[in-house]
């Protein structure tokens, strides 16, 4: 193993980190009526478990653990459909 893929964890891990942090910023953000809370708490739940799946994986006892947990990472897909532009127009219309 090269030094590139030894960071490559940490690495990751900081950067799930890092993106979990801004999904609460962002939830922090929007705006407080009741169409904007419930597309924040989606983006919440979404935003922080791709990086809870991922620091299990790291935990892992097996092959197959790992793949699993990687495979619950799957919110990233919803995060993608919350996250579209045309979402947020929905929030400022009247």
Known sequence: MNMKDQKRP???KART???ALRIIRLYVSLPKSGEAQVLGRQLI???TS???H???SLRACS???VISKLEGAQAMNRLRFILHPSAFILLESP
């Open 45 to 47: 739940k979404s935003g």
């Open 54 to 56: 991922y620091h299990e």
């Open 17 to 19: 980190k890092a993106f």
């Open 10 to 12: 940490d690495d990751l």
């Open 63 to 65: 092959d197959a653990e």
């Open 50 to 52: 791709v990086g809870t």
